[in-house]
C-alpha cells in the first residue's frame, strides 16, 4: 500500500450514510480508504474529525481526505486550520476539479444537506481524478501556504 492510493474520510454525524456510500463508491474504484467516523448517531462535534482528518492528511500518510457534514462548511473551516490543508467545499464538479487543478487541494468537504448521492459521487471523482497544473498556479499556492500563522 503507497501514500498515493490512500484516501481518509471523516464526518459529523449528520453525514454517516453518505460517508459510507462514498467510501464504498471510492474503494470500487482502487482507492485504500481509511473511515475514521463516527459510527453512531449520536450528535457529534464536526471540528473534531474534520481536524482528525486532516492531521492524517498533513501528517503525508495519506494523499487526500473527504469529509463531510450537513453544509460541509464547518467541517472544511476545522480541516483549513491544520497547516498544510487546503480544503474546500464543493457542490459541483467544475469546483471539485478546479481546487485540485488550480489550488492543488488535498482536501474536499462535501454538505450531505446540500447535494445528494448521485452528485456528490461526480464531485469525489472530479476530484480524484483531476491533477494539479502546476506552472502559474505553483506561485499562488506557495503563497496560501505561507498565510499559516
Not at 473511515?35 to 457529534?44: H, K, M, N
Not at 450531505?112 to 469525489?124: C, K, N, S, Y
Request: aromatic residues 6%; glycine residues 10%; proline residues 2%.
Amino acid at each position: 500500500m503507497t501514500v498515493s492510493n490512500r484516501i481518509v474520510l471523516s464526518s459529523d454525524h449528520t453525514a454517516i450514510q453518505l460517508r459510507q456510500a462514498i467510501a464504498a463508491h471510492i474503494a470500487a474504484h482502487g482507492w485504500v480508504v481509511v473511515d475514521i467516523g463516527p459510527t453512531t448517531p449520536e450528535s457529534t462535534h464536526y471540528p473534531r474529525y474534520g481536524e482528525a482528518a486532516a492531521r492524517l492528511v498533513a501528517s503525508g500518510d495519506y494523499r487526500f481526505g473527504i469529509i463531510l457534514c450537513g453544509t460541509g462548511q464547518g467541517i472544511m473551516m476545522a480541516a483549513n486550520k491544520v497547516k498544510g490543508i487546503r480544503c474546500g467545499v464543493c457542490v459541483d464538479t467544475f469546483s471539485a476539479r478546479m481546487i485540485r487543478q488550480h489550488n492543488d487541494a488535498n482536501m474536499l468537504s462535501i454538505g450531505v444537506r446540500v447535494v445528494g448521492e448521485g452528485l456528490a459521487f461526480d464531485i469525489v471523482d472530479a476530484f480524484l481524478t483531476a491533477q494539479f497544473e502546476a506552472g502559474r498556479h505553483v506561485t499562488r499556492v506557495e503563497m496560501i501556504r505561507a498565510l499559516v500563522g
